[in-house]
């Protein structure tokens, strides 16, 4: 696994994993109430009332702090050492109080920084969590109360707190490599499988391409509208998210299906008659509405080859792509001329893509327009053809198409016939 993809899995599993501290929060402070049930029951007699409510109080604060920050800045590396040092501090809330002895709690915390597979994090936040213990331990062991024991056996503050000091490093410690051997073997396996689904895409990505270049071919298009049309889809994708639009449906991992689904759009032109794709005059109606039959054979020719494959969200994208790719914002387009949101997102990010390489591209009956002019294009198009919000992205991500342009520029111009 290279650099660049290993990074980017990490990335992926942090927002997971400090959404789950998320969670894990909010659990803990809806559950702390029930410590004053224990404390009426007489199951904490030790605790105060007070106590309690202050707990209860900072565990609130502390999980509406966390959320916050996931929300803000989910990505920063700060996020995940706030939810571990809170996490430290409810630990140490307990262990301190007379009410409980739950010193194995220490382990948990070092157990939950494994979660984000970073073996110097996890060393770090170890090192914080034992300093910790043994602190709450020195003031357990100054307020202890020694009534508990039987009247011939006499304890000193500074005998239990050496005592339950080493007694506890000796079962954090161990607790402490057990989990990070454990967690070691389990990321190890997991990488392993992830490099190997990658391998996976990444042919199944190529046997995409290849078979989307054979139907482009009959097209007169090139290989490198391919290439130009999925980056094109990612690269919106992308900004509508940044944008505010549609971020929980456009996650890292559909953006990806996205991308790798594109070429398949037009997949349903192997049906359609070479001599009607390849005519440069005016096309007649019947020929049109030979053309606009395409989406449907997309999306038969999807469904009967794909049947096989496990990954249902993919299937479905790219059915969805092939099938409406032609639908129009304004409910202009066809085959089933809806409207808006009737239109599948992931074709209305294709139907975008599609339209803006188609002005960029040169064909038998036009010339490749200027980027400058084909955005202005686009922008017309705001509220009709295509969503507006989608029009904005496009016109928001000039730099990015033009490093597409130049990473895939036309293998030769197509004669261009005027009538």
């Not at 007489?42 to 605790?47: A, G």
């Not at 202050?54 to 706030?82: D, G, H, Q, R």
């Not at 032109?269 to 009607?276: F, L, N, V």
């Not at 053309?291 to 990954?311: C, M, V, W, Y």
């Amino acid at each position: 696994m290279n650099d660049t993809t290993m990074e980017q899995f990490l990335l992926e599993n942090e927002e997971k994993t400090n959404s789950v501290m998320q969670r894990i929060f909010w659990f803990c402070t809806l559950a702390f109430p029930m410590f004053f049930i224990g404390k009426f029951l007489q199951i904490f007699p030790h605790m105060s009332y007070f106590n309690l409510s202050v707990y209860t109080c900072i565990m609130l604060l502390m999980a509406t702090a966390f959320t916050i920050a996931t929300k803000k800045s989910n990505e920063k590396p700060f996020v995940k050492y706030m939810g571990m040092i809170f996490g430290e501090i409810i630990v140490i809330i307990l262990t301190i109080n007379r009410g409980f002895s739950p010193f194995i709690a220490y382990v948990i915390i070092p157990l939950a920084s494994c979660l984000y597979f970073n073996v110097r994090f996890s060393y770090i936040i170890s090192a914080v969590c034992y300093a910790a213990m043994m602190v709450s331990l020195v003031l357990r062991g100054l307020d202890f109360d020694f009534s508990c024991y039987t009247s011939d056996i006499v304890f000193s503050s500074g005998e239990w707190i050496r005592a339950y000091c080493l007694g506890c490093s000796i079962e954090f410690l161990c607790s402490f490599f057990i989990i990070r051997r454990l967690t070691k073997i389990a990321q190890n396996f997991m990488f392993s499988v992830y490099e190997r689904n990658r391998k996976l895409m990444s042919i199944q990505s190529g046997l995409i391409s290849a078979f989307a270049n054979l139907v482009e071919s009959k097209d007169h298009t090139t290989g490198k509208h391919v290439k130009r049309v999925s980056s094109y889809v990612s690269i919106i994708a992308r900004r509508l998210r940044q944008n505010g639009f549609y971020a929980e449906e456009l996650s890292d991992h559909v953006i990806i299906l996205l991308e790798t689904a594109a070429p398949l759009h037009d997949v349903g032109k192997i049906a359609i008659p070479d001599a009607i794709l390849s005519k440069t005059g005016k096309l007649t109606w019947q020929e049109y509405s030979i053309i606009q039959n395409h989406p449907f054979e997309g999306a038969r020719i999807i469904k009967e080859n794909t049947q096989s494959l496990e990954d249902t969200e993919f299937v479905q994208i790219a059915h969805d792509m092939a099938l409406f790719h032609h639908e129009h914002w304004d409910g202009t387009g066809y085959p089933f001329r809806l409207v808006e949101d009737e239109i599948p997102l992931a074709a209305r990010i294709m139907t975008a893509a599609d339209i803006l390489d188609a002005l960029l591209s040169s064909r038998s009956y036009k010339r490749a327009y200027p980027l400058e002019e084909s955005l202005d294009v686009v922008r017309d198009l705001s509220g009709t053809c295509l969503e507006p919000c989608i029009v904005d992205a496009i016109l928001d991500s000039s730099e990015e198409i033009k490093d597409v342009l130049q990473r895939f520029p036309e293998d030769k111009e197509i004669p261009f016939v005027q009538y």
